[in-house]
Every structure is written in C-alpha cells, then in structure tokens.
Nanobody
Framework: VQLVESGGGSVQAGGSLRLSCAGS????????MGWFRQVPGKVREGFAA???????TYADSVKGRFTISRDNAKDTLYLQMNSLEPKDTAMYYC??????????????????WGQGTQVTVSS
C-alpha cells in the first residue's frame, strides 16, 4: 500500500490550494480516506474524511472552507482548501482504512499513511 500526497506549498492568507493523494497497492474504492494535519509538538488532527460511498465528514475548524473528494477511477483523493488562514499551516497527511469507520476523524482508525506535504499560510 502506498499513499503519495502532493500539492502543498506556500500561500498568503485568503488563498487556495488543492492537495492530492494518489493511492496504489490496494482497492482504493473500497477504503475510507481521510486528511490529517500536524504541527510539530502537537497531536495529529483529523479534519476531513470520506467514506467509500463518498459521504464526507469535516471538523468545525475547516467546515465551509475545505472540501474532500475522491476519484475512484484515478485512485486519488483530493482536498480543496479555500480561504486559507495562518492557523492552517501544518504538514498534511492522507490516510486510508479498509472499511467503515467508527470515528472518521480519529487517527487511530487509519492504518495506512502518506509521507505528508507541507502547507504554509502567511499573513
């Protein structure tokens, strides 16, 4: 199983970025997928998840600004991030789990992780 994130970078506050997570080595369409982020010294935060049926879940911190989506034909997970704020600065990770989740935003639910992509938002 391999997950590879891309699309991170540096933007000014109010800007947008689109992250991608390419999956391989597993049946992507059957897996629940999530986006997490982590700042050094802090707990990894789950903020967006999508079930295999496309149902999305968001943390309040990103609701209305971020959109998670998946393209099962391309084995790719996306995260559209709009209205970015300096507090969104973090390393962003995608993760996968082979089945329905109990807590879609809990890191311990997921067993496959990407290497991360850095997002930096300046004021």
């Amino acid at each position: 199983v391999q997950l590879v994130e891309s699309g991170g970078g540096s933007v000014q506050a109010g800007g947008s970025l689109r992250l991608s997570c390419a999956g391989s080595g597993f049946t992507f369409s059957a897996y629940a997928m999530g986006w997490f982020r982590q700042v050094p010294g802090k707990v990894r935060e789950g903020f967006a998840a999508v079930d295999s049926d496309g149902s999305g879940t968001y943390a309040d911190s990103v609701k209305g600004r971020f959109t998670i989506s998946r393209d099962n034909a391309k084995d790719t997970l996306y995260l559209q991030m709009n209205s970015l704020e300096p507090k969104d600065t973090a390393m962003y990770y995608c993760a996968a789990y082979p089945g329905p989740l109990i807590n879609r935003l809990a890191a311990w639910e997921y067993n496959y992780w990407g290497q991360g992509t850095q997002v930096t938002v300046s004021s």
